[in-house]
């Protein structure tokens, strides 16, 4: 890492702020490489690495292997960066969980969706909207209808230029009570002086679905329904002899997929003015068959750059069209149902409800069309002599259409006299930002710098949802809309809007590149709390101290950098959801005896003035070091202790009201991380690159207000308990099958019981699990050698639980209408069997039990690519300025510590019924 001392160099810009003046070593003056300067913040504050305070890691787009097939950037960098566990949805561009430093919040224990426990995500100076369901408890378009859609799957990988992931307080405490989840800022591309270039890249692969779900055959799902009949029948008989049909409904609804993806884009500039314009399409057939995801967009970068006066425009357009029929993937059809009748037509299942999957696939409509625009106007002027104003306006405008057509044809839209079932969701959401900031620098007496920002900003989000249901159709063998319903029509519509205002500062101090100190202080007000509690204050401090520009280091060659850095402060969090303080009503119409519209307390949400932000205070520490110039390393420990945690709790009934939103609770997340980035050879025939970390967290609920411990209902195993992780997973101890009578037996206030001599209730329960791991992290390399490219990215969690569905290996009452794995053969039939399930009956299964729980411990190949430079420098005068060509594999394979029994399912399979795919594919990327 090299030295600086004052004296002045314009760099680069990375995004869309201007130029910085960045201080330099006299006797080298020349650019910084993109990698050196690091964006701290949105309101146009960068430097470089060796002067950032906070704890801040620096992506930039040759660490992203853009080729992977993923549809949104966060999976494409999973384990790239330390502290940050990306939760993967095998779902395409379903929302997917990003987790910085651990939970930012208790997890909810009834229906409500609580607290967002996301990063604020910011492109370009826009804050990027979360598209959730509203959690009203009564609301139609909930969770449980509404399909959403992940925010970061309407970007184009490829236009990205850099991610800073921000975690500590000195690097996020600028954002104040949006930031209690950690701050992630993208910036993209943005075009160049000189003229056009024009860049174009194309990819085509093929998919499969892998770790896939072993299931029962036709005759031993014959074997297993005769005898759960013969257990539950008064005269012990089953009479459930197999019919010679085989069917395997998940070869049947799973293929193979393909995918294709194209960009072109064109920049260029004069002396004041650049631009860049790209267009990019892709199309994932995915591995299950008739789902799809489809992606259109546009996007546009201009710049002027006059003398004192810098402007920016971004704007992008996007089309994101998901087509997912194929919705029975957890319902996989018993394999004596066959798929077409005797005249070659889908046959019916003969089951109410659950439809032959495959009818459904060609005959059902699911899907959901969103077009959004985002789009940020940054102006910066110089006024005098270092002192700046900028000026920045960001939007995200999203429309959404989902439509959810059951059709008369099959068992999903025919019940009771009803033919057909309809179902249309919107969804018209904005959210703009807008923010003016004074900014001041200046170097004093060659050993002094300055720089302090102070601005204001205003925000605003509204989300208007609305819902249409209908039933039963003249027509029903295709998809119909709501309003054409013969017999029930209902329409439903909620509108969330929230305001805020803030007012922020930071100071940044350095004393002859040595001593930094940065200090930011910021006062938030929004619309979501009460009058009693709508403001709130936060702010960090921070400080380092770069060991090696002392001069007792000058004369050794072995540590080539060496910092500390400690940071402390305060954020808050006040995405806490849908008018939490002033309480929600129902309104009807005509109800009762009157001839007007008349409202009335929704029971489930009163009002409270006093619920107020949650609030984060952050500490942190941190060593960098640098071995000859070599090999980087960062090693950091923090606490982030969260109190005032938004929790439900239950209320006496005679206030009119059955639970209540309050600040009730409090908890931390604890933990090291350490990562490491080294260019072992850097020659000009030879490089190769290697990128480490490893990072661990624990959490700890540590104060709850109100009725005390809470527990969910059964099927979620989760508490609230003090002196427990919020992860936890609770429940009973599985000691196996009672061998002489067949039953499960569990531990219970330490004595063994058989699952019929005690009531399930949530004060026996114990801690069974844990979803949180113990620890996380990834390793990638890359060699380079002449022409020739390979890299690979490995990410792992160590520790951790899943706690998996009990209807595939022992729930068997649902064997009247699906199928079930493997696992559920190996059942109890007689005394004395040592067998891993109970004797098959109609009772109940006790959910939350560690039979249930499978170690989550697993290294991932994520991504392999290939790729070879093609020799057109031999070419004189040729029209293509380089091109080259790759091969690219995703989701390579799995390792897992707990291994799947010999032809049975374990955690391998069970962890997503949804499957995952691999996909192999090879493309092209040429400059002109």
Not at 171 to 186: C, D, F, K, Q, T
Not at 409 to 436: E, H, P, Y
Not at 470 to 498: C, E, H, W
Request: glycine share 8%.
């Amino acid at each position: 890492m090299k030295k600086y001392v004052a004296s002045a160099l314009v760099v680069c810009s990375i995004s869309y702020v201007d130029a910085q003046k960045i201080a330099v070593k006299k006797d080298s003056v020349k650019t910084e490489n993109i990698e050196e300067v690091v964006l701290t913040s949105s309101y146009g504050t960068q430097k470089l690495k060796e002067e950032v305070v906070g704890s801040i890691v620096t992506l930039t787009s040759n660490d992203i292997v853009t080729a992977q097939p993923y549809e949104s950037l966060d999976k494409m960098i999973a384990g790239l960066a330390s502290g940050v566990q990306i939760g993967n949805n095998s779902e395409l561009a379903k929302p997917v969980n990003i987790n910085i430093r651990g939970l930012g919040s208790l997890v909810p224990l009834n229906g409500f969706l609580g607290t967002s426990t996301q990063p604020l995500i910011i492109v370009d100076g826009i804050i990027i909207r979360e598209d959730q369901p509203f959690d009203e408890a009564f609301f139609d378009g909930g969770s449980s209808a509404e399909m959403n859609i992940n925010p970061l799957a309407r970007f184009n990988p490829d236009n990205i230029e850099t991610i800073n992931i921000l975690k500590d307080a000195a690097a996020v405490s600028l954002y104040g009570a949006e930031a209690a989840n950690g701050v992630i800022l993208i910036t993209t591309k943005k075009g160049k002086r000189g003229k056009p270039s024009y860049s174009i890249s194309s990819q085509y692969g093929v998919s499969q679905s892998i770790n896939k779900v072993k299931y029962l055959n036709g005759q031993q799902y014959a074997q297993l329904f005769n005898d759960y009949n013969k257990n539950n029948s008064a005269s012990g008989t089953g009479n459930y002899p197999w019919n010679g049909t085989d069917v395997n409904w998940f070869d049947v609804m799973n293929s193979n997929g393909d995918f294709f993806r194209t960009n072109f884009s064109v920049s260029g500039g004069m002396k004041h003015f650049n631009y860049r314009v790209g267009i990019d399409y892709s199309k994932n057939n995915e591995a299950k068959i008739i789902n799809s995801l489809e992606k259109k967009g546009i996007d546009a970068t201009l710049g002027l750059d006059y003398g004192k006066l810098k402007v920016n425009l971004y704007a992008a357009f996007n089309n994101l069209y998901k087509f997912q029929p194929n919705t029975y993937f957890n319902f996989i059809l018993a394999p004596d149902r066959p798929v077409y009748d005797a005249s070659g037509n889908f046959s019916l299942s003969g089951n109410a409800g659950i439809p032959n999957p495959l009818a459904a696939a060609y005959q059902n409509i699911s899907d959901v069309d969103n077009n959004s625009l985002l789009s940020s106007l940054n102006v910066n002027y110089e006024l005098f002599k270092n002192f700046k104003i900028n000026t920045l306006f960001g939007v995200d405008i999203s429309d959404k259409t989902n439509r959810d057509w059951k059709s008369g044809l099959n068992q999903s839209g025919i019940a009771n006299k009803v033919n057909g079932r309809s179902r249309v969701s919107l969804s018209d959401a904005s959210k703009w930002n807008l923010s003016t900031n004074l900014s001041y620098e200046r170097n004093f007496a060659e050993k002094h710098h300055i720089d302090v920002i102070a601005g204001a900003e205003i925000r605003q989000d509204q989300d208007f949802k609305e819902v249409h249901n209908g039933t039963n159709f003249v027509v029903f063998d295709t998809y119909q809309d709501p309003s054409l319903a013969l017999n029930t029509l209902t329409y439903r519509s909620l509108t969330q809007k929230n305001s805020g205002r803030s007012f922020f500062g930071q100071l940044n101090y350095d004393y002859k590149k040595k001593y930094f100190f940065s200090g930011s202080l910021r006062r938030d007000e929004s619309s979501t709390f009460g009058p009693d509690t709508n403001a709130s204050f936060n702010g960090g401090l921070g400080t380092s101290w770069v060991i090696t520009n002392e001069n007792f280091m000058s004369r050794q060659s072995v540590i080539s950098f060496l910092r500390i850095r400690t940071s402390y402060g305060m954020t808050g969090n006040s995405r806490i959801g849908s008018y939490r303080s002033s309480g929600l009503y129902n309104i009807y119409q005509n109800g009762f005896d009157y001839d007007f519209p008349y409202s009335y307390p929704d029971s489930s949400s009163p009002p409270n003035r006093l619920l107020s932000w949650e609030k984060n205070e952050k500490w942190n520490i941190g060593l960098d070091f640098s071995l000859f110039n070599k090999v980087d390393f960062t090693v950091e420990a923090f606490r982030n202790n969260l109190s005032d945690m938004v929790v439900s709790r239950d209320i006496p009934l005679e206030s009119g009201y059955s639970s209540a939103e309050i600040n009730g609770g409090a908890m931390y997340n604890q933990g090291i991380e350490f990562s490491m980035r080294a260019k072992w050879i850097n020659k000009s025939n030879f490089r190769w690159n290697s990128n480490f970390n490893i990072s661990s967290v624990q959490n700890k609920v540590t104060d709850l207000i109100g009725l005390g411990d809470d527990y969910s209902v059964a099927a979620l195993a989760r508490a609230q308990k003090i002196g427990s992780s919020t992860s936890a997973i609770w429940g009973y101890q599985w000691l196996g099958v009672n061998p002489s009578n067949g039953q499960d037996m569990y531990l219970v206030n330490g004595e063994a019981k058989d699952a019929n001599q005690f009531t399930p209730k949530a004060s026996d329960y114990s801690i069974i699990g844990n979803s949180q791991p113990d620890l996380i992290g990834g390793f990638s390399n890359s060699f380079n050698y002449k022409k020739f490219s390979l890299s690979f990215l490995i990410n792992f969690e160590i520790g951790g639980d899943v706690l998996t569905q009990g209807e595939l290996i022992d729930k068997y009452s649902i064997l009247f209408n699906r199928n079930m794995s493997v696992n559920a053969l190996d059942y109890w039939q007689n005394p004395g069997d040592i067998v891993s399930n109970r004797k098959p009956t109609n009772k109940a299964v006790i959910a939350n039990s560690t039979k249930y729980i499978y170690d989550n411990t697993h290294v991932k190949l994520q991504n392999i690519n290939f790729s070879y430079q093609l020799p057109l420098d031999h070419i004189k005068n040729s029209f293509i300025k380089n091109a080259s060509i790759f091969l690219d594999c995703t989701n390579v394979l799995y390792w897992y510590k707990q291994k799947s029994p010999a032809d049975k399912n374990g955690i391998r399979e069970f962890r997503y019924l949804y499957p995952e795919m691999r996909t192999f594919s090879f493309g092209f990327k040429a400059n002109f």
